[in-house]
């Protein structure tokens, strides 16, 4: 699963990271090359060339040191000439000894050199020295004595003979050593310059090698990883064709659902301002019933003064009834009385005899009066009675009767509360259906926006269709550049249950021989094969 | 002739008076007085029948529970309940009694021919009963108060008076 997460950036970061470091290497290991050889001919020119130069000046030098002498001693008798001679030789001297410290200091620093080497510059400068001391002695000879001639002048310079002779000799063998030296020295040189090429064609062809390997590697990985892209956009721009169609379907159907929305909210909103009034009638009603409710309160109240009055009255008739039930024990008493009265009259009447018979007639009729008195009263007190009982039983239907009217007084209490709740919801009820009936309106709105939107979204899925027209064409046209065959990218697409494992076997076989096991581990060639038949059949 | 006088002489007023269910009637001429209940002072010793005695106007008279004497079941007094004094032949003169009585009628006015014989009764009281009246009211027991207050009785009243 590694090759989903090297993308095109890292590898071309990879293969350009790698390239750069191989030229890196190859342009430091040359520089370091370059360096030491240009170092060793640096050397070459700044020390031995001058060295070897200025040996054979050296030698041209003492060469000319030795013609003006010779000149000097054949012009006698010509001072004239003499004189100019003398000029130039001790010019030459100067200019010869001025060379020597010049490669006496360089010899010095000339790592090829020895010691013995400076030695025998140093030796050659005492020589020189003297040399020219001992034929400034001769010249002087020459000057004072006209008469001596260039044999014997000749033969004056031979006290110095031998240090002209050691100069003649040294100088020579010196300058054959610097001559090997110098030799030597290029040889080093060349020697190394060509190793430098060897190293630079080898690391040159190396480094070749691997930018070509890895340019190829990447080129293909590229390649596959684009041929992906290629494939899955086809297929993409094929679904996408096939989304866009559903798209513009279904924004048909949402259009043609919004607008009936819309119709079903017109209708929902009238039945709202429907309910509006029926709710603004509700919450009337309720507070005309609650102003009833309170009347119906206050006249319960004023019911349940009247019942208590009347059942102040109903005792107060008791209490009235039990007086005359008093009043008519008393009356009896004396009916009683009274009989018992005309009977001892009639007795009397009796023992009076004949005489007495008027007497009884009038006990009789006292005694009948009396008995209608009892009677009378006994009737009354019958009736009292049943009064009292009527009166008891009427003051518990009072008592029952308050208690039932303060029952009335707190359900009508209840009930006002609740029709004042009722107002009060009924009212809340009508903000409610505004708010609804506002929103609805907002819906309404927000409907036919939605409409408006589908269509535009019906529209665009068309201009989505046409795009993925334009997609396929520039899908085909990557492919093309890729190199890939349309029928191959087709096929990618028709295998898209299992892009993975296809594409690895057709794009890169050989390259992830490794992971490819890795897949065939996973999903066995036989079942692809089968894949393969079944996608040449379709 | 004697049965005649017998006869006449049960004919005449009688005061008639209740006790429990029954009107009975005494002659009116032995009755003395008529009174309401009032406050009896009982006797020691006294056979029960005889409540104890009052104080009618100075005079001291024996008080007999009718019922009790009757062998009846006794009761409570009431408002009706009076005491009926009456003159009962004694040893030695007319003592006064005071009969307990539930409540008094009336005076009636008793025929001879309303009076039947109380024979067909047998023997039960018939020394104290005179005869049974048959009156449009009902029938009223005729008592002869002096034999009801016999000589036994007699005796302890007059030990009473």
Redesign the interface.
């Known amino acids: 699963m590694n090759s989903k997460k090297t993308t095109i950036k890292t590898l071309l970061k990879i293969a350009f990271g790698l390239a750069a470091f191989i030229i890196l290497v190859i342009g430091s290991i040359s520089y370091v090359q370059f360096n030491s050889n240009q170092e060793n001919t640096e050397e070459i020119l700044s020390k031995d060339a001058p060295l070897l130069l200025d040996t054979n000046d050296l030698v041209s030098g003492m060469l000319t040191l030795r013609r003006y002498e010779k000149d000097f001693f054949l012009n006698i008798g010509n001072p004239e000439k003499q004189a100019e001679y003398l000029k130039k030789h001790a010019a030459d001297v100067a200019s010869t000894l001025t060379l020597l410290d010049k490669v006496h200091s360089t010899a010095k620093i000339d790592e090829g050199l020895t010691d013995k080497n400076v030695q025998a510059f140093a030796a050659m400068r005492q020589d020189i020295k003297a040399y020219n001391a001992g034929f400034l002695q001769v010249v002087k000879q020459v000057q004072e004595d006209a008469s001596i001639t260039p044999q014997q002048a000749n033969k004056l310079m031979a006290p110095v003979k031998q240090n002209i002779h050691n100069i003649e000799t040294t100088l020579p063998e010196q300058e054959e050593q610097i001559k090997s030296m110098f030799r030597e020295s290029a040889n080093t040189v060349m020697s190394k310059s060509k190793t430098a090429k060897l190293i630079l064609a080898v690391l040159s062809a190396i480094g070749f090698a691997f930018i070509a390997a890895s340019g190829v590697l990447i080129n293909r990985r590229i390649l596959g990883i684009i041929g992906d892209v290629a494939r899955n956009l086809s297929e993409s721009s094929h679904q996408i064709n096939g989304a866009s169609a559903q798209i513009a379907s279904s924004s048909q159907i949402l259009a043609e659902g919004a607008s009936e929305q819309a119709a079903s909210l017109e209708e929902t909103s009238a039945s709202l301002e429907e309910i509006s009034a029926t709710t603004k009638q509700n919450a009337e009603n309720a507070s005309l019933a609650n102003t009833m409710m309170q009347e119906a309160s206050s006249t319960i109240n004023t019911t349940g003064e009247t019942i208590s009055t009347l059942s102040a009255s109903m005792i107060d008739i008791a209490q009235a009834s039990k007086e005359t039930s008093k009043v008519i024990k008393t009356i009896?008493?004396i009916a009683?009385?009274t009989?018992?009265l005309a009977?001892?009259a009639?007795?009397e009447a009796?023992?009076a005899g004949e005489s007495g018979a008027g007497f009884?007639v009038v006990?009789?009729e006292v005694?009948n009066l009396a008995m209608r008195a009892a009677e009378a009263a006994k009737n009354t007190a019958t009736l009292i009675e049943s009064t009292l009982e009527k009166v008891n039983a009427g003051s518990d239907l009072m008592e029952k009767t308050g208690t039932a009217f303060s029952g009335v007084s707190e359900s009508v209490k209840k009930v006002g509360s609740l029709v004042s709740e009722i107002a009060v919801a009924s009212n809340e009820q009508a903000h409610g259906i505004s708010q609804v009936n506002k929103a609805v309106t907002e819906m309404d709105q927000v409907t036919q926006q939605n409409a408006a939107t589908a269509e535009e979204s019906a529209s665009a899925s068309e201009e989505l269709s046409a795009q993925t027209e334009v997609m396929k064409s520039v899908t085909a046209d990557l492919i093309a550049v890729v190199g890939l065959s349309m029928d191959a990218a087709n096929s990618g697409a028709a295998q898209h249950a299992r892009p993975e494992e296809s594409r690895r076997q057709k794009t890169r076989p050989a390259l992830l021989p490794k992971r490819a096991a890795a897949s065939q581990r996973f999903i066995p060639l036989d079942a692809d094969d089968d894949f393969v038949d079944f996608a040449a059949k379709a | 002739m004697d049965e005649q006088t017998e006869a006449i002489s049960r004919e005449g007023k009688y005061l008639t008076f209740s006790l429990g269910t029954e009107q009975y009637g005494i002659g009116i001429l032995k009755i003395k007085e008529i009174i309401g209940m009032m406050p009896v002072t009982a006797l020691p010793q006294a056979p029960d029948y005889l409540k104890g005695v009052i104080n009618l106007r100075g005079k001291v008279i024996p008080i007999v529970d009718l019922r009790t004497k009757f062998a009846m079941p006794a009761q409570a007094e009431t408002e009706r309940t009076c005491i009926i004094v009456v003159e009962v032949a004694g040893h030695s003169a007319h003592c006064l009694t005071g009969l307990v009585v539930d409540a008094v009628s009336e005076v009636l006015n008793i025929k001879n021919e309303q009076i039947e014989e109380h024979s067909s009764l047998g023997d039960l009281h018939s020394e104290s009963v005179l005869g049974l009246a048959k009156m449009e009211s009902g029938v009223k027991i005729l008592l002869d108060i002096d034999r009801v207050i016999n000589s036994e009785t007699s005796a302890a009243l007059q030990l009473a008076a």
């Open positions: 009896d008493e009683f009385q009989n018992l009977l001892n009639a007795v009796a023992r009884a006990a009789d005694r």
